[in-house]
C-alpha cells in the first residue's frame, strides 16, 4: 500500500463479502420456498426471507462501495485518508445497525417490529427496498454523511482527479436520493412516485458513477494506460449515463396513475439505457487492448472486463427486453423482472467489487504483485462458476417470466397465478440449481485467498 489509512478499506470489504455469502444463502431459502411452500414455514416466512435477501443486499454493496472508496481516494488524492479513525467507527456502526436489523426481521413480527422503532413517529416502514426501521435508517444517514465528508475532505486537501470528481458526484446522489426513504405521502400514487427516486435512481444513476470511477482506477492501475484517455472515455459513459438514467425513470410510471407521456419519455430513455453500459464494455477491453504494462494479478483485469460484460447484459440488454411500454404492459410483475433485477445487481454491482476487492486486498495482504498464480486459476474457476451460475439462474426466470405471460396474460384460455406457478416448478428446480452453483463459486472465491505463496 501507498498510504496506511488505505487498510481501512479490508473490514469493509471481508464485511461485504461475507453478506454476500448470506445473501446468496437467502437466496436459495426463497427459491426452495418457490418449490415447497411450507418450508420454514411459520418460522420464516416468504415475506422475511426476501425482506433479509433484499436488504443484505443494499448493506453488503453500500459496505463494498466504501471500502472501494476508502482504498482508492488516498492514492487518487495522494494524501492519507482525512480521519481513518471515523472510517473505521462508521464500520462498526454500519455493522451494529446492519446485523441488528436482519435480527430484528427474523425474530421480530414486522408490525411488532414497527411498534418497537418508533415508525408511529415517523412512518416509514413497510416499502419494498426500504423496509428498515426508522433508526435504522437515520443510521443509514448518519453513515453515508461521514463517508461522503470524510472522501471530500481527502480530495479537497489533496489532489483532485476526474475518477474524484465522478465518485464524490455518486455519492452525494447518493446521499440526496436517499432522503427520499423518509417521505411517505398518503395517496399510493405519490408514494410510488417519490419510492423510486430512491430505489431508481440510486440504481441506475448515482452508483452508475461509483461503478464507472472504480472500474477506471482499476483500469488504471492494471493496463497503465494513460491517465487522459481513461479520463475522456469516462466522461462520455458518465454523460450518457446521467441523461438515461434520471429520464429512465419514467419507466417505472407507465401504469400507476401517473401522466400518459411518461409512457413515451420512459420507452426512449429506456431504449437509451443499455448504451452507456456497451461503451463500457468498449471502454474495458479497448484499454486491456492498450495495455502498457503487464500487471501480474490478472485476475483483477478479468473482473473488470466481466463487469463490463455482465453490468451489459443484466442491466442493458436484460432491461431492454421489457421496460418499452408496449412490451411491459405483459411482462410487468412477471419474473422477467427478477431475472433482470438479478443480472444487473450482479453485473454492475457485485462484480464491480469482486473487481476492487481481487486487485487491493492482495495489496493490503502484503501481495503487492496479487495473489500467486495457483490462487488466481482457482479465482479464475469461480470468476466462471459464479457468471455461468447467474447466467443459467438469469435464463430460468425469463423462461419462467415468459410461461407466465402465456399463462395469464396472453389469449383467451388463461390460468390462476397458483395453477401458472404449478407449470413452471422444474423451471423454478433449475433456477435453484444455478444458486447453488453461484453459492459454490462464491466459496471457491473465498478459498482462493487463503492459498499460501509455495503452492504456486
Known sequence: MKYSSQAVAKPYFIFALILLAGEILFGLLMAIQYLYGDFLFPLIPFNVLRMVHTNLLIVLLLNGFMGATYYLIPEEAERELWNPKLAMLTFWVFAAAGVATILGYLFVPYATLTELTFNNLLPTMGREFLEQPLPTKVGIVLVVVSYVLNTIMTVLLGRRT?????????LIGL???FLFAFYVPENLIMDKFFWW???HLWVEATWELIMGAILAFVLIKTTGVDREHIDKWLYLIIAMTMVSGIL?????FFFMGAPEYWLWIGSISSAVEPLPFFLMILFAFTMARDKKIQHENEMALTWAKGTAVMAFIGAGVWGFFHTLAPVNMFTHGTQLTAAHGHLSFYGAYIMIIFTMVSYAMPIMRGRPHGNCKAAQKRELSSFWMMNIGMMGLTLALSAAGIVQIMDQRVGTDLIGFMESQES???IYTIRAAFGVL???GLFTYFSSFFMKEENA
Do not use: D
Not at 476526474?162 to 455518486?170: A, F, P
Open 162 to 170: 476526474v475518477i474524484t470528481t465522478v465518485l464524490i458526484t455518486g
Open 175 to 177: 446521499a440526496v436520493f
Open 197 to 199: 427516486f430512491t430505489v
Open 248 to 252: 429512465g425513470t419514467g419507466h417505472h
Open 424 to 426: 413452471i416448478a422444474g
Open 438 to 440: 453461484v453459492l459454490a
